[in-house]
């Protein structure tokens, strides 16, 4: 038997402040809220004390943001999937942002380590006018430790509901996927940074966006594996291509930092987690 663990996250806005409210079951939790940016935007925490994921665990996450409000979202640490002797280990976080909401959902790394059967579940539904800043980096096996991704697969998916689907499967023996040219290429970080919205976004607000990504891209040590499109009105990506981490998060971070204020006129410090 897994281990199975939920929570729902809340926020709203109540006398100019945004504020967050959570129920849980199992090792799942939200530390204290926090506004180093002011009042405007609440951060918080997401912690999961086991520190990893088996086969026939589940991780369930609900985020819901209302109509003003403003949350951000981070973990301490890297998920981790480890080995399985045979059924999948699931994370499924689903996020609602009512119109006019925000959010940020900025995890650290997922790490899949050699062996594992991962399904990892990002569902939007974001209502018009509402947006949502986040990213998505998975980092196969440990190279640097001796202990490539050799066996295993992972199934990842993003949506953002009724526009945008992206949905593949990673297979540690499938060579072409992991190792040709029109695959990983041997890179074994595969990082996208994206901002979904609710509505279709102005044309120059877009154009903006990828104008300011690919400018800080080119002047990027991964210039040669990183790119930013458009897939649908709605959604700005970036998608990068990486040996380790560090790089790719690197990268993404800038971008992050360069375009919050082109979405929101906010300019701030990363999360207080981030620095350690």
Known sequence: MGWHAALRLDYSREQGRSVARFVHDGPLRILQSMWPEGDAICHNVLVHPPGGLVGGDTLQVRVSAGEGSHGLVTTPGASRFYRSE???????????????????????????????????????????????????????????????????????????????????????????LMDGALGLAGHRCLASLFIACGSELPRARRDALLDTARAIIEGNELASTAGATSPHPNVVAVRVLAPLVEPAFALLKAIRQAWRPILWSTEGPDPRGWAI
Not at 121 to 149: H, I, K, N, S, T
């Open 86 to 176: 045979g059924d999948t280990a699931l994370q499924d976080v689903q996020i609602r942002l009512d119109a006019g909401a925000r959010l940020e959902w900025l995890p650290l790394e997922a790490l899949y380590y050699s062996g594992c059967r991962a399904h990892n579940r990002l569902l939007m539904d974001l209502a018009p006018g509402a947006e949502l800043l986040g990213w998505d980096v998975a980092a196969f096996g440990l190279p640097q430790a001796g202990a490539p991704f050799v066996r295993g697969s992972v199934l990842q998916h993003i949506e953002l509901a009724g526009h945008w689907l992206e949905r593949g499967r990673v297979a540690a023996d499938d060579v072409r």
